[in-house]
C-alpha cells in the first residue's frame, strides 16, 4: 500500500537557474495567462499543497535557493536545493520554471506515488518528487536529471496521452508563439 506524501511536509522547488540562452531573456519574467512563468509556477506548487516553495538558482529573491556552483545544470541544482531543505522538509517537488501548461494533475501522482521513493514521468525526467536525506549533494557527481533520478531509483509513472503537450519546455521564442492563448 502506498500513501501519500504529507502535503505539508513537501516543498516545492521551481528550477528558474538558467541562463536562458534561446529565449534571450530571464524566462521567469516571461509572462503568459496574466502570470509570468514564475508566479504561474509557485500558484501551482501552491495548489498542489507543497510548503514551502523555493526557488532555485534565485538567490536574489526572499525565497531564493542559491546554485553552489552556477552553471553546472539543473541535476546539481536539485542536489543543492535537496541539502537546502533537508531536515525541514520530508521530500520535495521539482518544477523546471520554463513548463508553464503543467497541472496538479501532472504534480500529484509524483507526491502519492512513495514518498520515500524518487518518482516521475516515463519520458520525461522533470517534474519529479525526490526524497529529502537520501543523497548527499557532495557524494554525487551527476550531469543529467534522468541520472540522478536513476542514482534514486525513480519509479517512472506511464503518462497519460492528454499529458504529453503539457511537459513541453518552453525554451526559444518559437516555442513561446505555440503556447495556446485562450484557457
Not at 2 to 11: H, V, Y
Not at 72 to 84: E, K, S, Y
Not at 87 to 96: H, M, Q, R, V, Y
Not at 157 to 169: C, D, M, T, V, Y
Request: glycine share 8%.
Amino acid at each position: 500500500m502506498t500513501r501519500a506524501a504529507d502535503p505539508a511536509s513537501t516543498a516545492g522547488i521551481i528550477l528558474a537557474g538558467g541562463q536562458s540562452r534561446r529565449m534571450g531573456q530571464d524566462k521567469a519574467d516571461i509572462g503568459y495567462r496574466g502570470q509570468t512563468f514564475l508566479e504561474r509556477a509557485k500558484t501551482l506548487l501552491y495548489a498542489t499543497g507543497c510548503n514551502p516553495v523555493r526557488v532555485s538558482g534565485r538567490p536574489d529573491l526572499p525565497d531564493g535557493i542559491p546554485d553552489r556552483e552556477p552553471g553546472q545544470g539543473p541535476a546539481r541544482a536539485i542536489l543543492d536545493a535537496l541539502a537546502v531543505i533537508s531536515g525541514t522538509s520530508s521530500g520535495a517537488l521539482f518544477i523546471p520554471v520554463d513548463m508553464p501548461l503543467l497541472e496538479p494533475d501532472d504534480l500529484l501522482p509524483l507526491m502519492t506515488n512513495n514518498p520515500a521513493r524518487a518518482c516521475a514521468w516515463a519520458g520525461h525526467p522533470l517534474p519529479a518528487y525526490l526524497p529529502a536525506g537520501t543523497i548527499s549533494p557532495a557524494q554525487v557527481e551527476i550531469r543529467s536529471v534522468k541520472n540522478l533520478l536513476a542514482r534514486f531509483d525513480a519509479a517512472w509513472l506511464k503518462p497519460h496521452a492528454e499529458q504529453a503537450g503539457r511537459f513541453s519546455n518552453i525554451n526559444s521564442p518559437a516555442d513561446l508563439t505555440s503556447l495556446p492563448r485562450s484557457e
